[in-house]
């Protein structure tokens, strides 16, 4: 039996993945989305969206499923699959899943990324329920209350401005006494009134039952151990790409580095959403890259299908 030889394969179902896919099929265009089989994305465990235009308030869970309706509507296979490689022999691409070889013309890396844990007690319980990794989508619940934001990159402070324009008090703390953030993220956090910084500092756990009340920290030069009471708790303490899979040009972090056309380093390879490089991570900008991408690949494999 011949294998098939699909015009597009998407790696990832999330909204870059099914955007990607929508498009894709639009323009006609022989596509297969792969479905990571176990592990949910991040927009899945979102509990409420409130900045997703058209939707004052949803799910993450409501979002992706019509989502994935609008897929399949428009034709869309999608397969779940734990893809292990990627990979681009002579201008074919291979993709390698847990059981199988897939082949296509183009490849669209849409694998998200996904915030690293603190690790402590009552992290995960209180996940919602006033513990966050986003200020850009959760910032709105903190209006005039006190939260802390945890880490000291540019995530943590980026989000600590958010943070600051909504809560009445925002508290970072560092684990260090000076900020991993670029120089001007710092002199903007600096001089802000509402924010203070609490230097050398780690959480030990979280405490609430219903919602987040107050944190335990640790000051790890003396030792001492100290409570706060907060409303919030915002963690940022490095993200993870899902881009093992791929060889690709990354940045230091591991996010793929694309053009505006979503086009890697790789001929044929496009990455769209939270696992490329970007100045915003959210649901439309995924969506948006998602689009980007299908355009890009209908081009080049228009291009292939003529010079054969
Ligand atoms: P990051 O740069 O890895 O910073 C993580 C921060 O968390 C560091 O300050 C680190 O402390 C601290 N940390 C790590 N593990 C910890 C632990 N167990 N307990 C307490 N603190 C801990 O991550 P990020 O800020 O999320 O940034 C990730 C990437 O996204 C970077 O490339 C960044 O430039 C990019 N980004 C860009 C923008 C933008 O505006 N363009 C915004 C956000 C992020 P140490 O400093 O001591 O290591």
New binding site residues.
């Given amino acids: 039996m011949v294998a098939t030889m699909y015009d597009l394969i998407i790696v990832g179902a999330g909204p870059a993945g099914l955007t990607a896919g929508i498009y894709a099929a639009r323009y006609g265009l022989e596509t297969l989305v792969l479905e990571q089989s176990a592990v949910p994305g991040q927009i899945s465990v979102a509990n409420v969206i409130e900045n997703y235009p058209g939707f004052i308030s949803t799910s993450g869970k409501e979002l992706m499923s019509r989502f994935r309706e609008h897929a399949l509507a428009n034709g869309i296979a999608i397969k779940k699959a734990d893809v292990k490689k990627v990979e681009d022999v002579a201008g074919k691409k291979i993709v390698l899943t847990h059981d199988e070889e897939l082949y296509a013309l183009a490849v669209i890396v849409a694998t998200g990324a996904n915030?690293?844990l603190?690790?402590v007690p009552g992290e995960r319980k209180l996940l919602g329920k006033g513990v966050s990794y986003c200020a850009t989508c959760d910032a709105a619940f903190f209006a005039d209350q006190e939260v802390l934001v945890?880490?000291?990159?540019?995530?943590?402070?980026?989000?600590a401005l958010i943070l600051s324009g909504i809560a009445s008090k925002v508290y970072v703390?560092?684990?260090?006494d000076s900020?991993?953030?670029?120089k001007v993220?710092q002199q903007r956090a600096f001089m802000k009134d509402n924010i203070e910084f609490i230097w050398d500092s780690?959480?030990e756990e979280i405490i609430g039952e219903e919602a987040v009340e107050k944190v335990i920290m640790k000051n790890v030069k003396t030792g001492e151990m100290t409570e706060k009471n907060v409303e919030g708790v915002f963690i940022?303490?490095?993200?993870n790409p899902n881009t093992g899979i791929v060889e690709l040009e990354k940045?230091?972090?591991g996010?793929i580095i694309t053009n505006e056309k979503m086009e890697t380093s790789v001929k044929g390879i496009y990455a769209a959403g939270d696992c490329r490089?970007?100045?915003?991570w959210q649901v439309v900008t995924a969506v948006a890259d998602g689009a980007v991408a299908a355009i890009s690949v209908q081009e080049y494999v228009t291009d292939l299908k003529l010079m054969r």
């Fill in positions: 915030p690293k603190l690790g945890i880490g000291g990159g540019e995530s943590a402070v980026t989000d703390a560092h684990r260090r900020l991993r953030a670029c993220l780690v959480v940022y303490v490095g993200i940045n230091d972090n996010f490089v970007s100045p915003l």
